[in-house]
T-cell receptor
Framework: AAGVIQSPRHLIKEKRETATLKCYPI?????VYWYQQGPGQDPQFLIS???????DKGSIPDRFSAQQFSDYHSELNMSSLELGDSALYFC??????????????????FGPGTRLTVT | DQQVKQNSPSLSVQEGRISILNCDYT??????FLWYKKYPAEGPTFLIS?????DKNEDGRFTVFLNKSAKHLSLHIVPSQPGDSAVYFC??????????????FGKGTKLSVIP
């Protein structure tokens, strides 16, 4: 079965540079989530999109922006990179069935992550 | 403020025995709970879940128990196998926006199953 694809898998940038991370959800999934996992930490929610519209926002810095495109893939744009941005960035996708009481809407499937190193 | 807590950073279990991983939460708005398994250099893999209207969900060797009054859930793996060795994350969710069910994770428990 097709899974969530993230690219690149590894990225090394210098301080103050920009980075773009890409996420391709599971086919037919309409919702994309971005999470950041620092060393030894739990994944922290950054932002989500449903049907190409931002649906929720977490602890995402103002230097970061994201969008979901017409083919449902999503990109996370990171500017003025700081050393503290070094982390694993996960994308997850889900299918929002919109049926009352259908808890499967909650189930998110994660990609392999992009490891960003800022030097 | 950690809304989902996994108080045991690590757990070692003998192959064939039961592994019990625990998770506590503080937010009463959470209505769905999930367990993810994570290997190094890979993304979290969905394992099993439970909604707040149930107290048990079973899938093969994996069973999740939910005690709403205690705001506690646990994952039982029986029998444990060496391939189960991984970091297990407990996650909780509440609908927070149009079509959004962001997950709040615990810090994970590293399970080691000893052959």
């Amino acid at each position: 079965a097709a899974g969530v694809i993230q690219s690149p898998r590894h990225l090394i940038k210098e301080k103050r540079e920009t980075a773009t991370l890409k996420c391709y959800p599971i086919p037919r999934h309409d919702t994309v989530y971005w999470y950041q996992q620092g060393p030894g930490q739990d994944p922290q929610f950054l932002i989500s999109f449903y049907e190409k519209m931002q649906s929720d926002k977490g602890s995402i810095p103002d230097r970061f922006s994201a969008q979901q495109f017409s083919d449902y893939h999503s990109e996370l744009n990171m500017s003025s990179l700081e050393l503290g941005d070094s982390a694993l960035y996960f994308c997850a996708s889900s299918l929002n069935r919109g049926l009352a009481g259908d808890f499967r809407d909650y189930e998110q499937y994660f990609g392999p992550g992009t490891r960003l190193t800022v030097t | 403020d950690q809304q989902v807590k996994q108080n045991s950073p690590s757990l070692s279990v003998q192959e064939g025995r039961i592994s019990i991983l625990n998770c506590d939460y503080t937010n009463s708005m959470f209505d769905y709970f999930l367990w993810y398994k994570k290997y190094p250099a890979e993304g979290p893999t969905f394992l099993i879940s439970i909604s707040s209207i149930k107290d048990k969900n079973e899938d093969g060797r994996f069973t999740v128990f939910l005690n709403k009054s205690a705001k506690h859930l646990s994952l039982h793996i029986v029998p444990s196998q060496p391939g189960d060795s991984a970091v297990y994350f407990c996650a909780a969710s509440a609908r927070s926006g149009a079509g959004s069910y962001q997950l709040t994770f615990g810090k994970g428990t590293k399970l080691s199953v000893i052959p």
